[in-house]
């Protein structure tokens, strides 16, 4: 019976000890909502941003990417954001998909731009700049290097 009672305790300390990493990892791993207004943005290609993340103004985290979906019509991708309340944003304002490093992650880098008229919540960015591919960009340094040596 006491092998029981052991296999019982060190089972539970088991289970507690794996809740309290599954508390601590949430807790570290930054999700959160975004309190704020949504817009939106279409992107030619946004290669590896999922829901959840950043969306930038100047390096400092303004909002979430809330939702992704593809334009029927355009075969454009659509991204939705939440962006901070405090934060308004020019008509003229610019969002990129750009990368946190060689092998970060994705972000959406909003530039705002100069005009004096404010995006409405539900507003679209109007100039985006999709997200650069790597492998393509290796190919062209390699092809640009070997025709030039012919």
Avoid: C, H, W
């Avoid at 599954?22 to 930054?30: D, L, N, P, V």
């Avoid at 340094?141 to 070997?146: G, L, Q, R």
């Amino acid at each position: 019976m006491s092998n029981r009672l052991i296999e019982t305790i060190a089972g539970a300390a088991v289970i507690a000890v794996a809740i309290g990493f599954a508390a601590y990892s949430y807790s570290r791993a930054g999700i959160n909502t975004v309190e704020g207004y949504e817009i939106m943005a279409s992107f030619n290609r946004i290669d590896g941003l999922v829901v959840g993340n950043d969306v930038r103004v100047s390096g400092v985290t303004v909002g979430k990417v809330t939702a992704q979906d593809l334009d029927p019509d355009t075969y454009m991708a659509v991204v939705k954001m939440s962006v901070r309340p405090d934060i308004a944003l020019p008509l003229d304002s610019s969002a990129k998909i750009a990368s946190d490093g060689l092998l970060g992650g994705k972000f959406v880098a909003l530039e705002p731009g100069g005009d004096i008229d404010m995006i409405e919540a539900g507003g679209e960015i109007e100039y985006t700049q999709g997200s650069v591919n790597l492998e393509d960009l290796i190919g062209q340094v390699i092809y640009s290097s070997t025709s030039s040596d012919q």
